[in-house]
């Protein structure tokens, strides 16, 4: 029968891969708790309508990128990202009335029908932090802080951190149309994307990746335009700001006036972190303020802002780590004393296994060196004298201890 296979864009997450996905996990839950982030967790499908009112019908993920399907008549969403679903959490949970900041954190698959690459897949799995209630800079540069220092924690660097504000939805406007005119000339030119985002989403054109618009992008009347500070007074004090404490904190970035970002509901704010030790998909991390979001999807009027990092693009910039070995194996022919002495091991806490066939002792001993650190054997002579005899399986070192010790040596 033909073997049926994993499927394009998914992977299987194995044992041998876990360690490390292990150590992105518990580093994730250690930083963010110390910066008083709690974890949340959504589910894994949400209404439709929620990504295409919390990601924006305009953005590539909402229009080309969704698993979605229906169930009762109801328009289901596998999550792309999971702002949308913690927004949505935020809201139903009236959480608006805890004391502000609150500061969730997540972790978990997510879904786009995209074209795989490396570094680029159907299903993977991003960690992120959302910090709800504060308008001031302060909290970019924390979001901002919490990101640079879970990547350090995970032994990352060669990381480059970019930063730019897109302004607010008034002083956006001016820049839209700005932007709209001098480009009218080349809208033959632009890819059918590009002749699409100029009518729906025109800040989302220098996101293009394709050379002839990047070529387009790069022509001084046009760079003029994007280079330009179109931000309003409070808009510009709110990016000083951001830079001066970055500054104070010693965080290295640069400004980059064409990072726009992917969602529509950005505001002032947006920032990507990437590594130079990727290939072309270099970005780990992407975030931004979204302020007017929360009040979008039908809550109170909350500022907010946060980040996702993608988990097998970190995953592949972590050192592989060594599975951890078993600690004792129990070498013994009689299956009740293995048993008993197996388990009361792991009552104790020690990881233990013991061979459930019932092979010859040398088997059972070979077996034993394969997997764990300890073989502990259980032969006729140790049962009836009641001890153990331990044997290190890494230096062959052997002593017998009394069985009521046992549990005590590891
Ligand atoms: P890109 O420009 O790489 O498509 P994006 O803007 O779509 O990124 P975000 O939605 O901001 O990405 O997601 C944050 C992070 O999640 C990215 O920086 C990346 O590390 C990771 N990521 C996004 N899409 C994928 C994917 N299809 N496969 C693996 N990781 C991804
Ligand atoms: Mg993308």
Same mark, same amino acid.
């Given at each position: 029968m033909a073997m049926i296979k994993v499927q394009k864009g998914t992977k299987d997450i194995l044992p041998t891969d876990m360690p490390v996905w292990h150590f992105m996990e518990e580093k994730a839950s250690e930083i963010f708790t110390k910066y008083g982030a709690k974890e949340i967790r959504t589910p894994?499908?949400?209404?439709?309508e929620l990504f295409a009112r919390g990601v924006g019908d305009t953005t590539d993920i909402v229009n080309k990128e969704m698993y979605t399907f229906e169930k009762s008549e109801r328009s289901l969403t596998l999550r792309p990202e999971n702002t949308a679903g913690v927004v949505r959490a935020f809201i139903e949970n009236g959480?608006?009335?805890?004391?502000?900041?609150v500061k969730l954190w997540y972790k978990g698959p997510m879904f786009r029908y995209e074209r795989p690459q490396a570094g680029r897949q159907r299903q993977f799995h991003q960690v992120g932090v959302e910090v709800f209630?504060?308008?001031?800079p302060t909290a970019d540069a924390e979001v901002i802080l919490m990101a640079v220092n879970y990547l350090k924690a995970l032994g990352l660097n060669d990381l480059s951190v970019e930063i730019n504000s897109l302004g607010c939805p008034d002083c956006r406007e001016v820049f839209k149309t700005n932007l709209k005119s001098v480009l009218k000339p080349y809208l033959q030119d632009l890819c059918p994307d590009c002749q699409a985002r100029y009518e729906k989403?025109? $800040?989302? $054109? $220098? &996101? !293009?990746?394709v050379p002839e618009c990047k070529e387009i992008y790069s022509k001084p009347e046009i760079k003029a335009v994007i280079q330009? &500070?179109?931000? !309003?007074k409070d808009c510009a004090e709110h990016f000083n700001e951001l830079k001066a404490y970055l500054d104070n904190l010693g965080i290295k970035y640069s400004i980059n006036k064409?990072?726009?970002?992917? $969602? &529509?509901?950005?505001?002032?704010t947006v920032f990507e972190i990437t590594s130079?030790?990727?290939?072309?998909?270099?970005?780990v991390c992407g975030g931004g303020r979204y302020d007017s979001l929360v009040k979008n999807l039908g809550g109170e009027d909350v500022p907010a802002i946060g980040f996702a990092m993608g988990m097998e693009r970190l995953a592949s910039l972590i050192e592989q780590k060594e599975e951890n070995k078993t600690t004792t194996f129990i070498v013994c022919n009689n299956m009740t004393e293995a048993v008993k002495l197996t388990e009361e091991l792991r009552g104790n806490g020690v990881t233990a296994e013991f061979d459930l066939t019932n092979k010859k002792f040398v088997k059972q001993l070979e077996k034993a060196s394969k997997v764990a650190k300890y073989a502990l054997i259980l032969g006729e002579d140790e049962i009836a004298q009641n001890c153990v005899t331990v044997k290190?399986?890494?230096?062959s070192e052997q002593k017998t201890v009394k069985r009521s010790q046992i549990t005590t040596i590891f």
């Open positions: 894994i499908f949400e209404a439709t959480m608006h009335r805890l004391p502000a900041p209630g504060i308008k001031q989403n025109p $800040l989302r $054109l $220098l &996101d !293009c990746k330009s &500070d179109f931000i !309003c064409l990072l726009v970002r992917g $969602l &529509d509901y950005y505001n002032r130079n030790n990727l290939g072309s998909q270099n970005a290190n399986l890494e230096t």
